[in-house]
């Protein structure tokens, strides 16, 4: 029978319930207590003979004649119901029967039951019906190949596939040990603007929507308010953090979404090498509380986060893979080297984008945890110059997998030197990098009141979907995909 059959026929036992005066989608149920704290009493019950109301979804059902078996789930547990039309109302079993189907969700009153193969169980009293499925929940879900109608229909995926729904646990896990370990060490959380006037923080091609209200152009914002938190450290906050949601209107990859969630953090008084300590507990902590361990297979790579983390200097890999110095070679001899190796340019080659795809190629056989660090000024306008380099910034990025899950450097806080880096980056932007940053007049203006000195450190959910060995967007409960077609 066909899905349209099925939901006919489903439609029918909605009139068949209404005809006895059942109501299909009611408003209140009796349930008082969990399937799984039913579960846990289970003994102390059937001592007692405490009669229990529980609700959940039937996910089996089986039985003929005068006997039949429901198995119901809430999302704390799973249990059996027993139905004996001996021992109810026989009107009242006989429509349990004729139209109850798996996927409904059910109420159920009665007592704890220990059947002969000493499965503990509710024997059912009364029931009533609370949401009537007219979908019929797949009998082949698991090993199916059709990657879209999974993702499409994530919900199904989640009540059917234990794994992905443990995947999602973790990950609230993930975040909320996180979240942890900043106000443990007696930082702010703080809520920034997701629309911004102008996007800044990050090196990307923003969205655009239109406010109608103050009928401007704004843009989804592409960090996690990194110009708005330091600007609470020129108001005074001493520590603060987001973890928020953030959009970059960019390709698709294993990697890469357009929306995902990102942590970023800034603490006054404190640089990058300190910040290294820093973020090694952290990723640790995070491990630890959400896995219970700290070694990790991800891909062709095994990881050790509670092992030493080497710092590798970005310039002197780069020399040593390609012969070019990042720092005083051309323009003209990077891309040619570039390109040579293999780099594909998405616009206009030159130096920023030639550089950064030598060092790509070098960061694909990186297993990690390591740190990299040698930044040249060119790559980073938002960091500060490490003391003594016209040259080098005092960034700090994790490696880990061969992929980049997480950066930080010692936030710039002259004014000036922070014009001039914008105004670099506007010339590359007029230029037609579209990725390149803006010259933001009022975070320069809000520097020259004085900003302490500071690291920031920020890192997304790839973290997250590196750890469980899944492509970015299979780690997201429910990612982005184009609407369906008739």
Same mark, same amino acid.
């Given at each position: 029978?066909?899905?349209?059959?099925?939901?006919?026929?489903?439609?029918?036992?909605?009139?068949?319930?209404?005809?006895?005066?059942?109501?299909?989608?009611? !408003?209140?149920?009796?349930?008082?207590? /969990?399937?799984?704290?039913?579960?846990?009493?289970?003994?102390?019950?059937?001592?007692?003979?405490?009669? *229990?109301?529980?609700?959940?979804? !039937?996910?089996?059902?089986?039985?003929?004649?005068?006997?039949?078996?429901?198995?119901?789930?809430?999302?704390?547990?799973?249990?059996?119901?027993?139905?004996?039309?001996?021992?109810?109302?026989?009107?009242?079993?006989? =429509?349990? *029967?004729?139209?109850?189907?798996?996927?409904?969700?059910?109420?159920?009153?009665?007592?704890?039951?220990?059947? #002969?193969?000493?499965?503990?169980?509710?024997?059912?009293?009364?029931? #009533?019906?609370?949401?009537?499925?007219?979908?019929?929940?797949?009998?082949?879900?698991?090993?199916?190949k059709d990657e879209e109608k999974i993702l499409r229909e994530?919900?199904?995926?989640?009540?059917?596939?234990?794994?992905?729904?443990?995947?999602?646990?973790?990950?609230?896990?993930?975040?909320?040990?996180?979240?942890?370990?900043?106000?443990?060490?007696?930082?702010?959380?703080?809520?920034?603007?997701?629309?911004?006037?102008?996007?800044?923080?990050?090196?990307?091609?923003p969205f655009v929507t239109h406010h109608n209200a103050l009928?401007?152009?704004?843009?989804?914002?592409?960090?996690?308010?990194? @110009?708005?938190?330091?600007?609470? @450290?020129?108001?005074?906050?001493?520590?603060?953090?987001?973890?928020?949601?953030?959009?970059?209107?960019?390709?698709?990859?294993?990697?890469?979404?357009?929306?995902?969630?990102?942590?970023?953090?800034?603490?006054?008084?404190?640089?990058?090498?300190?910040?290294?300590?820093?973020?090694?507990?952290?990723?640790?902590?995070?491990?630890?509380?959400?896995?219970?361990?700290?070694?990790?297979?991800?891909?062709?790579?095994?990881?050790?986060?509670?092992?030493?983390?080497?710092?590798?200097?970005?310039?002197?890999?780069?020399?040593?893979?390609?012969?070019?110095?990042?720092? /005083?070679?051309?323009?003209?001899?990077?891309?040619?080297?570039?390109?040579?190796?293999?780099?594909?340019?998405?616009?206009?080659?030159?130096?920023?984008?030639?550089?950064?795809?030598?060092?790509? =190629?070098?960061?694909?056989?990186? *297993?990690?945890?390591?740190?990299? /660090?040698?930044?040249?000024?060119?790559?980073?306008?938002?960091?500060?110059? !490490?003391?003594? *380099?016209?040259?080098?910034?005092?960034?700090?990025?994790?490696?880990?997998?061969?992929?980049?899950?997480? #950066?930080?450097?010692?936030?710039?806080?002259?004014?000036?030197?922070?014009?001039?880096?914008?105004?670099?980056?506007?010339?590359?932007?007029?230029?037609?990098?579209?990725?390149?940053?803006? @010259?933001?007049?009022?975070?320069?203006?809000?520097?020259?009141?004085?900003?302490?000195?500071?690291?920031?450190?920020?890192?997304?959910?790839?973290?997250?979907?590196?750890?469980?060995?899944?492509?970015?967007?299979?780690?997201?409960?429910?990612?982005?995909?184009?609407?369906?077609?008739?």
């Amino acid at each position: 029978m066909g899905e349209i059959d099925i939901r006919n026929e489903r439609v029918k036992k909605l009139e068949r319930l209404k005809e006895a005066g059942m109501e299909a989608y009611p !408003v209140h149920t009796e349930r008082d207590t /969990s399937v799984g704290d039913f579960t846990l009493a289970f003994d102390e019950k059937m001592k007692t003979g405490e009669i *229990s109301t529980l609700a959940g979804r !039937v996910l089996a059902l089986r039985g003929q004649g005068g006997i039949m078996f429901a198995d119901i789930t809430d999302g704390t547990g799973k249990t059996q119901s027993v139905f004996q039309k001996a021992d109810m109302d026989g009107a009242i079993f006989d =429509l349990f *029967s004729e139209t109850v189907d798996m996927g409904d969700f059910i109420e159920v009153r009665g007592a704890p039951y220990l059947t #002969k193969r000493g499965e503990k169980s509710l024997k059912v009293d009364s029931w #009533k019906m609370l949401s009537k499925s007219l979908l019929p929940i797949p009998d082949q879900w698991y090993g199916l190949k059709d990657e879209e109608k999974i993702l499409r229909e994530r919900y199904l995926d989640v009540l059917l596939n234990p794994e992905v729904r443990a995947m999602f646990e973790r990950k609230a896990k993930f975040w909320q040990s996180a979240r942890d370990f900043y106000l443990r060490n007696g930082f702010l959380e703080v809520e920034t603007p997701i629309l911004e006037t102008m996007p800044g923080g990050a090196d990307a091609r923003p969205f655009v929507t239109h406010h109608n209200a103050l009928d401007i152009e704004v843009y989804l914002r592409i960090s996690a308010g990194e @110009l708005w938190q330091k600007k609470l @450290l020129v108001a005074g906050f001493p520590k603060v953090f987001e973890i928020g949601r953030i959009f970059r209107n960019e390709g698709m990859s294993r990697e890469h979404l357009q929306d995902y969630t990102q942590l970023e953090s800034y603490e006054a008084f404190a640089d990058a090498a300190t910040g290294m300590k820093f973020v090694q507990e952290l990723y640790r902590h995070i491990v630890k509380e959400t896995y219970g361990q700290y070694t990790f297979k991800i891909g062709d790579h095994e990881i050790d986060l509670a092992a030493e983390w080497p710092v590798i200097n970005f310039c002197e890999v780069i020399q040593k893979r390609f012969g070019v110095d990042p720092i /005083s070679c051309t323009e003209e001899e990077v891309v040619s080297a570039a390109k040579e190796a293999g780099v594909v340019f998405g616009e206009a080659p030159n130096k920023s984008r030639a550089v950064d795809g030598l060092w790509k =190629l070098i960061r694909k056989t990186v *297993s990690g945890p390591a740190f990299l /660090s040698g930044i040249p000024v060119y790559l980073e306008p938002l960091a500060k110059r !490490v003391s003594g *380099s016209e040259h080098i910034v005092d960034r700090v990025q994790v490696i880990l997998a061969g992929s980049e899950m997480g #950066k930080g450097y010692s936030e710039l806080n002259d004014p000036l030197d922070q014009r001039a880096r914008f105004e670099e980056q506007q010339k590359m932007r007029d230029a037609g990098d579209d990725e390149a940053q803006r @010259l933001d007049e009022e975070y320069v203006r809000a520097m020259e009141y004085g900003m302490p000195p500071a690291f920031g450190f920020g890192v997304s959910e790839r973290l997250f979907s590196f750890l469980e060995n899944r492509p970015a967007h299979e780690a997201q409960i429910f990612p982005l995909l184009r609407p369906k077609l008739d």
